[in-house]
């Protein structure tokens, strides 16, 4: 049974930063892309990063390039989600996911999510 746990939200300053983690476990993570996904209240939910199983590769949304920053670490199989510059649009849940494959490109599993409220 594959089990994803986000940490790390909470209320910050417009400006300020946050750091995300989503510890996994049940496979073998290092043979998964990971995704972050946000949802709004009111919008459906949205793609904001994802990397790679091997971590090479990361894809943005437009609109995070050059504030967020994926990364992982197999070894503790986890994946960040680092932040900086937060905006009160970023306010949201975000949840974290696992691919079906090393691609980011479906995902199975998602986590509860973690609220991040973003105060201007």
């Known amino acids: 049974q594959v089990q994803l746990v986000e940490s790390g939200g909470g209320l910050v300053q417009a400006g300020g930063s946050l750091r995300l983690s989503c510890a996994a476990s049940?496979?073998?993570?290092?043979?998964?892309?990971m995704g972050w996904f946000r949802q709004a209240p009111g919008k459906e939910r949205e793609f904001v990063a994802a990397?790679?199983?091997?971590?090479?590769?990361?894809y943005y949304e437009d609109s995070v390039k050059g504030r967020f920053t994926i990364d992982r670490d197999n070894a503790k199989n986890t994946v960040y989600l680092q932040m900086n510059s937060l905006k009160p649009e970023d306010t949201a849940v975000y949840y974290c996911a696992q691919s079906t494959s090393r691609w980011p490109l479906q995902y199975d599993y998602w986590g509860q999510g973690t609220q991040v409220t973003v105060s201007s």
């Open positions: 990397i790679t199983s091997s971590g090479l590769n990361t």
């Open positions: 049940g496979r073998t993570f290092s043979n998964y892309a």
